[in-house]
């Protein structure tokens, strides 16, 4: 089973390897991007309102954008409305469904390639961001509780990113578009409600959590991302098997 696993994600890593390269450039401009906004945040939280700091921003950036790091979004079938029509995803499933390997493998092996890009994604975003943070950031966020917020964002984006291969390979092309900019068109609605009741955005709400409560702002996450990565595994299994690929 775990040289199948193996074997399948291998295959998948080198077909895909040129977008991934893509992704992890537009992904180190969107942590250069991000680490800007957040000290902007910090500063318009500790120390005093900016006329020019836009709580939208960030909360797209770590709301929206970093479920993301858990697809390949530089490849062809997230760059072109053509998947709707040809349906790449459930072309390679029903190429894979013709080799000796049980469906459980093969959704295992979807949920692992989704682990490693979102880890090389995450990683790469998160390691960005830090080092263009300056030395100002740290005045005013210790840096226990920085990795708090990465480790809360990380748990979060996976609970969300997970879902992906269930979309990708247990639907098919017209959803894989639908429900990306439905997804999004709902992140915005919440981010405008919660801004007007809260009268500050998700990721300042966040930063005033882990004043709060500490570490306990980033184990629920991670306990509900791994959770979830569990969930959508067994979902992508009764999607598979119920599917018609032909």
Do not use: C
């Not at 006329?51 to 760059?79: C, E, G, K, Q, W």
């Not at 459930?90 to 959704?107: D, N, V, Y």
């Not at 949920?111 to 979102?118: D, G, H, L, S």
């Amino acid at each position: 089973m775990f040289q199948q696993v193996v074997w399948l994600v291998k295959n998948e890593l080198k077909t895909q390897w040129i977008a991934m390269a893509f992704t992890v450039i537009v992904t180190i401009f969107m942590g250069l991007v991000s680490a800007n906004v957040l000290e902007q945040s910090v500063q318009n939280l500790f120390v005093a309102e900016s006329p020019f700091y836009n709580h939208i921003v960030s909360d797209i950036i770590f709301i929206i954008l970093t479920p993301s790091f858990a697809v390949v979004f530089m490849s062809r079938p997230y760059l072109s409305f053509q998947t709707i029509k040809e349906d790449p995803f459930s072309k390679r499933m029903a190429l894979l469904r013709t080799l000796p390997i049980s469906i459980p493998i093969l959704a295992l092996s979807r949920i692992v390639f989704m682990m490693i890009t979102f880890v090389v994604m995450s990683v790469t975003f998160y390691v960005v961001m830090t080092f263009t943070l300056t030395d100002s950031f740290f005045n005013h966020v210790t840096h226990s509780e920085y990795w708090i917020f990465i480790l809360s964002w990380f748990g979060y984006a996976l609970a969300i990113g997970g879902m992906n291969p269930v979309i990708e390979y247990g639907t098919n092309g017209k959803i894989l578009h639908i429900f990306a900019w439905f997804l999004v068109l709902v992140y915005l609605l919440i981010i405008f409600l919660f801004y007007i009741f809260m009268e500050q955005g998700f990721v300042e709400w966040v930063l005033l959590l882990i004043k709060n409560h500490g570490w306990l702002v980033a184990v629920i996450p991670l306990l509900i991302g791994i959770g979830s990565s569990m969930f959508w595994n067994k979902l992508l299994i009764m999607r598979l098997a119920k599917k018609d690929y032909w």
